[in-house]
């Protein structure tokens, strides 16, 4: 029992993590993704301040993210800024390689940088506005068919009352 508790709190810490590179290091990951999958990374940069000896926020610092395919295809090339969002869908099935680096060329002497990131796949990975805006869409079309439902009863209805009419 003692093990399960120990194993579940373990994946609930593998979510997201955090890692320290160099100011113009660049950091990799490699990640297994199934075909026509939503992939999402949430990200922050902070910069390491030698007069606190600690990790702060530096807005100035931006991050590029560049994703490839298993077929070594660029499919996400962009400079964000120093906390965000990056989402891709992947096209083919396979080994995605998910990079990122500063945009800084030694600003601050080759500053050590902590990158927080969390990246999630498929489910977890719904971006959610889109999927607001597809719920409105729905919506819209479902009236739209009641109102055609609506006009096709109501000329129904006409045609039979001009039929009583006529007889």
Known sequence: MRLLIALLSLATYADSLYFHIAETEKKCFIEEIPDETMVTGNYKVQLYDP?????????????????KDPEDKVILSKLYTSEGRF???????GEHVICIYSNTTAWF???QLRVHLDIQAGDHAQDYAQVEEERKLDENREKSLENEDFRLKIDENRGKCSEKLIF
């Open 109 to 111: 002497n080759g500053a």
């Open 87 to 93: 989402t891709f869908t992947s096209n083919t099935p």
């Open 51 to 67: 007069n606190t000896k600690g990790y702060g926020d530096y807005p100035n610092i931006g991050m590029h993210v560049e994703v």
